[in-house]
């Protein structure tokens, strides 16, 4: 995965809910030939009053059912607390976008990785720069794990016809100064399931490694992102557009 040459997709729902609703997930995201799973067990919220993630139940709800469908795993490591367990078990730790800037964090997973060279996804903070982007991904290098792989997500700026505006100048700007694979969260960045295929389509046409998405088997009963997540009956579609243009690029599909 994230291998030069290659777009590597991820998919899964925004959070863990229930045992029937992971799996449902796994198996569309099998199904859809997608071989990273994602899914959040310890939710950083910017309500205290929204669902908080089912923390340890879910996160072995989401590792159980990627194991059966012979998935690789990403879920978000919130807190310094919780990074041991995570790390013991998925594939991919998750650094969100409200801890970019959360340098201990970042330092202490740089550490914990470093011998296994688990890959950390990090993403970048809605008011970040990209200058203080990379050097929030060298605090993790710099403590031993070079298997870094940024996430452009969406920034916050004065337009509100979407959630986030999804900067993709980032990418080819990242590419210029970096080495580092650059992935594309097009849930986050745009917050509506009517641009989630346009964009991923640009996404990769503008250079990304891969792209993440939300999906979810009945988003409108989503706890979490229901509005910015694909149907699970869309996959297959969402996988063959981003086959389409990755081509185009003389790339293939992770
Ligand atoms: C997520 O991917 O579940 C998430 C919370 O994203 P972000 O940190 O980009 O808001
Ligand atoms: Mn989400």
Known sequence: ???????????????????????????????????????????????????????????????????NFGLKTVTE?????????????????????????????????GQVTAESKKWVLLKRGFAA??????????????????????????IRTFEHATRFTLDLNAIPVIKKLSTLPVIVDVSHGTGRSDMLIPMSRAAIAAGADGVMIEAHPNPK???????????TSHLKEWVEECTKIAHLLGKSIY
């Open 1 to 67: 995965m994230f291998e030069s040459g290659k777009v590597t997709l991820i998919a899964g729902p925004c959070s863990v809910e229930s045992r029937e609703q992971i799996v449902e997930a796994a198996r569309a995201v099998k199904d859809a030939g997608i071989k990273i799973f994602r899914g959040g067990a310890y939710k950083p919220r910017t309500s205290p009053y929204s669902f908080q993630g089912l923390g340890d139940e879910g996160l072995n709800l989401l590792v159980e059912a990627a194991k």
């Open 77 to 109: 490591v919130t807190e310094i607390d919780v990074l041991e367990r995570i790390h013991e078990k998925v594939d991919i730790l998750q650094v969100g976008a409200r801890n970019m800037d959360n340098y201990s964090l970042l330092k202490k997973i």
């Open 129 to 154: 720069t990209i200058e203080e982007f990379l050097l929030a991904a060298e605090y993790i290098l710099a403590a031993g794990n070079q298997n870094v792989v940024l996430c452009e997500r969406g």
């Open 221 to 231: 009963e989503a706890l979490c992102d229901g509005q910015q997540s694909l149907h």
